[in-house]
């Protein structure tokens, strides 16, 4: 995620300096034409048939920002989703599961459980990103626990299955009753649901139709505007289109960035950011201070 | 589903190459009585008049792709819960089915019932799609449950009926308990919830009024277009008319394709390919690392 | 609900013949007063000035469009709802409802409930239309039902109060266990919800003020048209205002169409096909194999 | 909640009064001005400039049309839930709590419990609109209830205290089971929400500053127009300005009027409406033809 | 919240005083530019110039207000619901828990959790607003458990566990049924996710580069408008340009103060006053009528 502050200047207009140096270069490239063959009657363009295209591009830009800002917020809000259901799973796990017999071996069925979901929460995150799912998961859960997931395409999901038979566990020795196994069940759903919407937006693609027309649309739109400016610019049409060119082509880029925000970029969901706060959260809540490692800093953002 | 790569430009321009030769022509022969009868001072129009066309056009295009778009991904959701909710159905069918008694002919219902559920998901696909939604079942389900369900208009439901009477056989010979068989039926209604969402957006045609009014408007505005650009350019427009009216066009044949997920086409919701990766971790949970086969490959899309 | 095919021409422009007529009326008086007398200078109009006009208005259709749409839309979606409650429901009712003792009277007490729930679809959908809301009943469900309902205001609502009562025989003779009455009263609750967003749909009007004051700004914008677009077109103004005019008020008009999705017209909810389904989709889980006779068929849409 | 018939020009018209009678004056001015000074060239403004600022106060009254919108119906939606949840109330009392030995003194505690829920709805509709919660009640609970609750800040909080008490009462009397209890208190709970969304939306000022801004913007929008249209029509200005002014006061004052649906006026949700058609439900439930008083009718509203 | 009265004038312009006399110096350099060296050919632009960039800034400026009112009613929303759910706690402890045996220590437990309900309100207001989380508790619940809570990260998570333990006591002691206290826990877990909620909006930077690029065009857009309006008015461009500026400074502004509704501004969600409301009717749910000290009135806003 981007930090409000420090964001340099090279960040934001980097991702066009191709496209504009273009823009430049073809508006230039028109006016020497224009400006040596005198050709001013014939290629000169009333000003409003850009203008016809500008009502349609900015409308479909709009349409853009809107469902990339939408796959954002809702990234954000099944991750926000993840932090609560975490912090209710460990609530339900300390104050549910209690043996009169066996306490010591009810708290240690505890911990193991509150760990995992720590570990859970990083292994989503990685899988999330393309990188291993269980690397560094060895810090948190047993190794016999490592090798079981690791064999599993899909890691965090297993994860969430020996959360279940840990219950099944616990209901069987009548150290948790029949109620609150299924309450707590229902949050291990919870979870499943949250896996698979960041799935969902990771794995589908901005209909790519609509991608590539407004890019064409708005390439048309730029090749139109010298023509329409040359008359009145002369040589001042080259900064004036290249500027012009610059807000549109930023809008687009920053909707192809903000709507996949699972891809390892400084646009990206915070999640080891997010893991971290978990962790912290949970190990308070086992009495246990430590305080987990802080991930790397970056100026202007943070993953 | 498209892919981010590879969409071949007769992809999507091949969609409106009628239309823009159509456009293409009456231009034509607009500038070319234009030219002959010299009737400039007659038939030349105000660009401001397409203009106010233009605005009501964009909105309503902007409009008909919002609604569009959110059919598109309300179909990609309802089958990103199909996906968890199946994932919670095998958790609960591993973990709450139990038998101290008969552990083997417990495993063997758990085993059913899972395998059954990934049928449901290709047989509910195959059904959205228009096919027999029964074909390729006997390789997940035995024979004596293809012939039932054969007899049902709706294969799915039949399926999740199946579903429910193992849960009631469990539930009688003890093999789970009852509030976990209530839980486990709730997800039942999840899949059944699912299943209807699919059902209604493939049943609901986009209000025709509108898909007939736009395509009016639009006509209508792209046939005023060349009396308003004839005074400026000549015969210069009869490919500015034709590229502005490629670029509404468009707009509109994408909202027209997107707006319907369930009709066997590349922009379709890629079902195959989602049943596929649900049958692959419903079979690790199962101990079975068969690993389903990989459905045809296209270059620009998925099933 | 309109189908994709054979919208005849005269439905969608048979809603605005006396508006245009009048439209060209007016247009046309404005050209003979405005050629008779040469008040060119004085009554010609910058196009501008209805521009700014036309933005506000198409802003304000989109809006109207808009709201109209979600209105179609959520009693489309709570129409999906009930078909796949009442799946839901008749799934449990089949496999929680059971008795070792009396298994006949049980099996009567299924098919009594489900057949009522194929009744409350039929007599929902005749009351949202202003029909009587018992009528055809007595095919569905025994005469005393019939009768008892009756005397409600609100047949549907009777008709939940028996399934309720039923369910409360079935726990106290212990042919259902505690949990699964719950469950399946949750299931009436959704039944009750659905219901009554329909009649939330039904009654409330779309604010009446901003109807008005849409078509009076509508009225005002047509009405300046013919002096802004006099002086280029002169007689030309006719068919041109007579073509713009068209395109505003139908988007108005189908969003007062699509608004209103209970009032047995041709765009609204095709309830009675909805109900249809769900009577061949419960008979058929109830092994009877009748197909329930096909409603009116109309050759642009379904009831 | 405004009819669709009948609405006087007045109530339409009579909000803007004051408004219009200023611009009118305002442009009055400024044409003599003009005309007795011969200003022309100094203070005539091209229309583009009018125009931008009519565009961005186009989308904002659009984007408050929309907040304003939603609020009233979300405002019309949860009346909506609860007069869905009234009948399931009034669905689960009648049939969870039974008394195989004191059937008299059961019913006269659904029949208590139904009553206090009509008072609940008309206690609920006072209070929102400012009047005293608990005038009325007297013909609903026992005075001694109604002593009670007058003693709370919050009336219709204190009405779901004593259904909690009285479900507590039947929990422990055996006339009911811990499932229904806790069902029928889910059920509770949702009046709760529906009750503080309500307080929400009356409580909640549409951001004052969008407010005044607005209303800013559009003053200055106005004031500029007379400059603008000057030049081509002389006196006919008056007019023109006062009619397109009049057109964008008059959509600012229904949003205005929209955006509070509690307040007392003819825009409001229709709540005493919908708490009589309740009382009228839930009394044949109770089979209690009694049908309550039609309360005041309008000739173009209910409230 | 800012309230509907008495809102300064220099509350609205002193956010953007220093950028109008930014612009109204640039302007004055500009005309004072062009009077003296007589450029006018050279630096006059057509007004169609900044036009399109003002449609585009527009709509970005109605995606971006839209966006902030959406964080901004969602905050209000969360606490909405943490009103309803305070009250359906509260009710559900005082019916709920209860004892034959220990009814005053049950009485104290009751009290003790619904206290410690008012303290978990005012305590996460406080740490959303970055202040100390448990200031002033202690006049709310014992100071034993303000110690416990104070080594917390996240003190009102902490409250919540203290109360699960509350309930697992009660329910271990037989003063609940397990029923009662599953469904109470899941009223934590609501707690749980409106906290979590507010973190998430608290935390979540509204993109950095749209906030950026929208800045940028403003400013640019700002730029270009001197050049197409001096050739008009002269000295009078000053007032004009100075005045649309402010228009579209004071749209960019209001959204961005008002996106982040806890940050101890006068825009603010009116958590302290939100807070005082439950404390007041937990009270006397209580039996007690002491009314909580009035928190700071300002002029125009509460808190």
Redesign the interface.
């Known amino acids: ?4 502050k420090n ?1 340099p200047f090279r960040y ?1 207009f980097g991702k066009i300096k191709y496209e504009i140096a273009l823009v430049v270069l073809y508006t230039l490239v028109i006016v020497l034409i224009h400006d040596r063959f005198n050709l001013k009657a ?1 290629i ?20 853009r ?3 990339a ?1 939408d796959r ?1 917020w809702e990234a ?2 099944v991750w ?2 993840i ?3 975490s ?2 799973f460990t ?2 796990v ?3 599961i ?1 043996s009169a017999e066996f306490p010591e071996e009810a708290e240690r069925l505890r911990e193991r459980m509150i760990r995992r979901q720590m570990a859970w929460c990083y292994s989503l995150g990685q899988q999330l990103r393309g990188l291993s799912a269980t690397e560094g998961l060895e810090r948190l859960i047993p190794k016999r626990e490592v090798a079981y997931v690791a ?4 890691v965090p ?2 994860l ?2 020996l959360h ?2 840990d ?2 566990i616990a209901l069987q020795r009548d150290w948790i ?7 707590i ?5 919870k979870f ?2 949250s ?3 960041c ?2 937006i990771k794995n ?2 901005f ?4 991608s ?2 407004i890019h ?2 708005l390439n ?1 739109f730029i090749m139109l505007l010298p023509f329409g ?1 040359i008359e ?2 002369g040589w001042g049409a080259v900064p ?1 289109v290249g ?2 060119a610059a ?2 082509l ?2 687009e880029k ?1 909707a192809i ?2 709507q996949d925000p699972f891809d390892n970029k400084p ?1 990206d969901t915070p999640m080891t950011t997010i893991a971290r706060t978990i962790e ?2 949970l190990r ?2 086992l009495n246990d ?1 430590y305080v987990p490692e802080t991930p790397p800093v970056y100026s202007y953002y943070v993953m």
């Open positions: 995620m981007l930090l409000k964001i934001v014939t000169n363009i009333p000003l409003t048939v850009p203008m016809i295209m500008g009502t349609v591009i900015s409308l479909l830009l709009a349409f920002s809107n469902q800002y954002w954000r809000t926000g989703a932090v609560n259901d912090r209710s609530r339900e300390l104050t549910f209690n064999r599993f395409a899909n999901m297993a969430l299955e279940a038979k219950l099944q009753n029949a109620y609150q196994q299924v309450q069940d229902s949050t291990l759903n499943s649901d896996m698979g919407k799935e969902r589908t693609v209909p790519s139709t609509y590539l027309y064409f649309a048309f400016v009145f610019f004036l500027a012009i807000s549109f930023l809008i920053m960035h903000l646009t912290r959260d308070q809540m201070n």
